[in-house]
């Protein structure tokens, strides 16, 4: 079975090719997904990401990267022509500082792609509710997993500026959630929190109204913000 997502993907890669970058940074790389989709489409790639290991790993392949924070990117001013989010703006601590920060080093554009929901819709807001019950429970276990950002408040570090325009579409595939496979992730992931019981009893409040209303996937946020 396809994976949703790369529909998701495949449209944000060509609206970030679309511009013809000879440059171009990824904040958050991970594993690289992402660069190896572009790789021999843009002349110097780079990725930056808070984890060693995966920096190690991306540097094994060939691909340039340095191990660093969102919030301070250690670039010159206008250095890559794109500068890129890949699934990560809900991973960074201070989006602000974070988008402030690829808004000075990009030359032309920022492009993102983030998770989002359709909250005006009941099986998207029950969704939602899991996502947030989900990200509790890894805020509480040390990892940097915040609340899915909406278009404005995406923007919102930058709407002061002048002469910063933007675009954005939101997309969703409506994919229903297996409810019997979303209980035994959640319980795998209560017993990470010895069964915390207000968090046992809100889980149970979610999968109630997945009954009642259903859950489906997650969609997705693709947005361009030039200089």
Same mark, same amino acid.
């Given at each position: 079975?396809?994976?949703?997502?790369?529909?998701?993907?495949?449209?944000?890669?060509?609206?970030?090719?679309?511009?013809?970058?000879?440059?171009?940074?990824?904040?958050?790389?991970?594993?690289?997904?992402?660069?190896?989709?572009?790789?021999?489409?843009?002349?110097?790639?780079?990725?930056?990401?808070?984890?060693?290991?995966?920096?190690?790993?991306?540097?094994?392949?060939?691909?340039?990267?340095?191990?660093?924070?969102?919030?301070?990117?250690?670039?010159?001013?206008?250095?890559?022509?794109?500068?890129?989010?890949?699934?990560?703006?809900?991973?960074?601590?201070?989006? @602000?500082?974070? %988008? =402030?920060?690829?808004?000075?080093? /990009?030359?032309?554009?920022?492009?993102?792609?983030? #998770?989002?929901? $359709?909250?005006?819709?009941?099986?998207?807001?029950?969704?939602?509710?899991?996502?947030?019950?989900?990200?509790?429970?890894?805020?509480?276990?040390?990892?940097?997993?915040?609340?899915?950002?909406?278009?404005?408040?995406?923007?919102?570090?930058?709407?002061?500026?002048?002469?910063?325009?933007?675009?954005?579409?939101?997309?969703?595939? @409506?994919?229903? %959630? =297996?409810?019997?496979?979303?209980? /035994?992730?959640?319980?795998?992931?209560?017993?990470? #929190?010895?069964? $915390?019981?207000?968090?046992?009893?809100?889980?149970?409040?979610?999968?109630?109204?997945?009954?009642?209303?259903?859950?489906?996937?997650?969609?997705?946020?693709?947005?361009?913000?030039?200089?």
């Amino acid at each position: 079975m396809a994976d949703i997502f790369d529909n998701y993907r495949d449209e944000f890669r060509a609206r970030v090719l679309g511009g013809r970058p000879r440059t171009l940074l990824e904040i958050g790389s991970g594993d690289g997904g992402f660069l190896k989709t572009v790789k021999g489409e843009v002349e110097r790639l780079c990725g930056i990401d808070p984890d060693a290991q995966n920096v190690s790993n991306l540097r094994a392949e060939g691909f340039e990267a340095i191990q660093g924070s969102a919030e301070k990117l250690p670039f010159a001013d206008g250095e890559f022509d794109v500068v890129v989010f890949s699934f990560t703006p809900h991973h960074i601590a201070d989006w @602000a500082a974070g %988008l =402030n920060e690829a808004m000075r080093v /990009a030359r032309h554009s920022v492009e993102i792609l983030d #998770v989002w929901y $359709d909250d005006t819709i009941a099986d998207q807001r029950t969704a939602h509710a899991l996502d947030r019950w989900l990200k509790t429970i890894d805020r509480r276990m040390g990892m940097v997993h915040n609340d899915t950002l909406s278009p404005g408040a995406l923007l919102e570090p930058v709407m002061g500026r002048r002469n910063v325009t933007f675009d954005y579409a939101c997309r969703r595939i @409506a994919s229903p %959630l =297996n409810i019997e496979e979303t209980m /035994a992730e959640g319980h795998a992931k209560l017993a990470k #929190v010895d069964n $915390d019981p207000a968090l046992a009893a809100e889980f149970e409040q979610i999968i109630s109204a997945a009954r009642r209303e259903g859950m489906t996937d997650e969609g997705a946020i693709l947005m361009t913000i030039e200089k």
